[in-house]
């Protein structure tokens, strides 16, 4: 379940294939012509220091996680493995450098074989770890500082992306004052939270959109008793649940901001000091109204026992009619139009219970890092990797239809993959930008494909339903619209905590984290809502508290 978002992000880019691909034959000519091309010299020769070749060629080894749809990526892309495709040439070309991969591996067996070679120091020449692992790989000495190299080889470029996200990914990254790794910053932007309506069942039933919590309230019953499909049955549920709580979508966090309650965030209390989100008493308040929608029949009463898999299946069949979830959400419902071609789903800013304005809760989202052996002579050769990756697909240089999508998400073959955490909301911005000036000769690369997704399906209506996706969420009223409003309006409430993992974090988070979760579940489910103060005296005991101690001390140096 973990790994749902990534592989929901994976399957979005793949749905773009099924409406701009050709016939098998014709496509397999066209991908072996594009390699053949790709095999010549790269002409292009920088003179920045973090993009200069090495002379002769050097090799730097890794290890890497394979997705389950990668091979489907790589049958895609006829003359192309692994080992050997447009990037790992674009890489020596340019750099020198000479990719290699010491072994692969996929899901469990990925992270069982990297966790032995964390433990055992036995890690290739760059090793992406999460942040536990960096901590035990820079206490038993196996890895190198990279304080000077990054300042010495970082492009202005990947100096500017990086830093989107703040310092935070930097004081993961930084251990007893040295940066140990290169962090892979993510978006904590893209996982804002949206609520996602059935409008054709708010039509049915001449109900408008939600504006407060009692607006949804009033549609989570309606769509529950009042028939909205119209067939006559009593099968439809006001809200989708996950049995996964936290799940990017289907999840709780949006309708607990709603109540003020934030329980996956640190946040700052009154005083001034950081506290846990998730023992705060407004979490009790909104377990409290679900636990009542759950008894009134608007939840699937068996939605504990679903993945997000098998709510989708219920989406598609028509059985919901609103969800929380992030902008990808579109995705995740247009299958619901085959069923029915007048499913119709529109995001909607989450509602508050209450006369604030609601905080929509970012959690911190870097949570891996590129870290080099002690052993290794070229440790600013990672820097360089990423400088050439963002110059290739975000720079002055960029060829994105060679380099990040041709449709296929060929950004996959390289070994790192940084991008411009705010590049989709700045996508967005470029599209509205160009319909409102009748001018779309200035959209990048990526935003010029989705633009001409969502104007395709315009023209051509519902036999190119991908879309639709795009357009509920890129369009004029789509999710990022929203997502605009969120920033403008102050709206966004980022974790507080960014630093590296603490010591009691390392030894009990991940129990407290389960503690978290089965308590919040079983209470939905219908246990005393007087669990929950069980539950916030047994995380305090149980290493909460030593926790809360450890984060302060971290925020009282970094204010």
Known sequence: MHNWKRFVLVLMTLLMISNITACKNNKEKENNGEMNALTKNHKQVYSELGLMKYNPPIEVSFVRELS???????????????SDNRWSQLYEQVLGIRISYDWTAKGDVYRQKLDFAVSSGKIPDVVKVNAEQLRVLSNAGFIQDLSDVYEDYATPLTKNTLSQEGIGPFETATIDGKLMAIPVTSSSIENATYLWVRTDWLDNLELDPPKTMNDLREISR????????????????GLALTNYLWDPILDVKGFMAGFEAFPKLWIEDSSGNLVFGGIQPEVKEALQILQDMYKKGEIDNEFSLKNGSKVQEQVIEGKVGMLYGEQWGSFFVQ??????ANADWQAFPIVSASDKQVKVPLEFSTGEFFAVSKNFQYPESIVKL????????????????????????????????????????????QIVDACMQGDTSRLNNEAKNIYELI??????????????????????????????????????????????????????????NDLQHETYLN???????????????????LGGEQMTREVNEWYIQNK
């Open 68 to 82: 389950n749809d990668f091979d489907s990526l790589i049958a895609s892309l006829p003359g192309e493995s692994l």
């Open 222 to 237: 309606a769509f529950t008793n009042q028939d909205p499909d119209k067939n006559g049955l009593d099968d439809t549920y």
């Open 335 to 340: 299958d619901s139009r085959i069923k029915n």
């Open 386 to 429: 990423f400088n050439l990756h963002l110059e290739k697909n975000w720079g002055k240089t960029a060829d994105y239809e060679t380099y990040y999508s041709n449709p296929y998400p060929v950004w996959q073959l390289s070994p790192v993959t940084p991008f411009p955490p705010m590049k989709n909301l700045e996508a967005y911005r």
């Open 455 to 512: 104007e395709k399906y315009i023209r051509e209506g519902s036999d190119k339903e991908v879309g639709w996706g795009w357009a509920r969420s890129y369009g004029e009223n789509g999710a990022f619209s929203i997502l605009d409003q969120y920033e403008s309006n102050g709206q966004l409430l980022y974790d507080k905590f960014t630093g590296a993992p603490t010591t009691t974090m390392i030894e009990r988070e991940s129990f407290l």
């Open 523 to 541: 209470i939905i489910l219908g246990d005393s809502i007087d669990k929950f103060d069980v539950f916030v005296d047994m995380w305090n005991k």
